[in-house]
């Protein structure tokens, strides 16, 4: 069984950072890839970044430059750095464990970016 749970998130001015986190519980966490994704108000959840097991990332045009992903396996702890925020970033974001497609999904932490 696994589980995740995401934190960090909140309220921040545009140009701010935050930074998320999700804490995961079970043994397959550091071999399997994990990813954040984000659900806009009234619009479908959509990939911000994905890292793998290895540490190989990729990321959304959108945020490329702006967030980085990382992970720590030895404390099953997954990150989303976010930098240069802007009021479109705003969205409830997920973390995921994926296995081909997410398999296993947190309970999502809120950012509210202000303009």
């Known amino acids: 069984q696994v589980q995740l749970v995401e934190s960090g998130g909140g309220l921040v001015q545009a140009g701010g950072s935050l930074r998320l986190a999700c804490a995961a519980s079970g043994t397959i966490f550091s071999s399997n890839t994990m990813g954040w994704y984000r659900q806009p108000p009234g619009k479908q959840r959509e990939l911000v970044a994905r890292?793998?097991?290895?540490?190989?990332?990729n990321y959304a045009d959108s945020v490329k430059g702006r967030f980085t992903i990382s992970r720590d396996n030895a404390q099953k702890m997954l990150y989303l750095q976010m930098n240069s925020l802007k009021p479109e970033d705003t969205a409830v974001y997920y973390c995921?464990?994926?296995?081909?497609?997410?398999?296993?999904w947190g309970q999502g932490t809120q950012v509210t970016v202000s303009s």
């Open positions: 890292i793998t097991s290895g540490g190989s990332t």
């Open positions: 995921a464990l994926i296995i081909i497609l997410p398999r296993y």
